[in-house]
Nanobody, 123 residues
Framework: QVQLVESGGGLVQAGGSLRLSCAAS????????MGWFRQAPGKEREFVAAINWRTGTYYADSVKGRFTISRDNAKNTMYLQMNSLKPEDTALYYC?????????????????WGQGTQVTVSS
């Protein structure tokens, strides 16, 4: 059973940066395709980025060029570097394992969700 724990969230001013971490235990992390989602109050969970075991990536258009997803298989950890943050990036950020097809952006294609880490961007 894979368990995921997110960390690194916080309060930051617009234009600032944060790096989120997702620590994995159980399963074989190096073989898993992984992803980040976010959910703002009153909104549906939204795809942010995904990375495969070969470090191929894809992003939501809203974060492309500002966010970078990466992984360190030796540490069983995935990261999300977030730069040029905007107030609309404010949300609870989750990591998950991609269990569906590569390229999927639907939350139904992901599983083993972590508990989330809050990111708040002030204007």
């Amino acid at each position: 059973q894979v368990q995921l724990v997110e960390s690194g969230g916080g309060l930051v001013q617009a234009g600032g940066s944060l790096r989120l971490s997702c620590a994995a235990s159980g399963g074989t992390f190096s073989l898993n395709n992984m992803g980040w989602f976010r959910q703002a109050p009153g909104k549906e969970r939204e795809f942010v980025a995904a990375i495969n075991w070969r470090t191929g990536t894809y992003y939501a258009d809203s974060v492309k060029g500002r966010f970078t997803i990466s992984r360190d298989n030796a540490k069983n950890t995935m990261y999300l570097q977030m730069n040029s943050l905007k107030p609309e990036d404010t949300a609870l950020y989750y990591c998950a394992v991609l269990r569906g097809d590569w390229g999927s952006r639907s939350s139904s294609a992901f599983g083993y969700w972590g508990q989330g880490t809050q990111v708040t961007v002030s204007s």
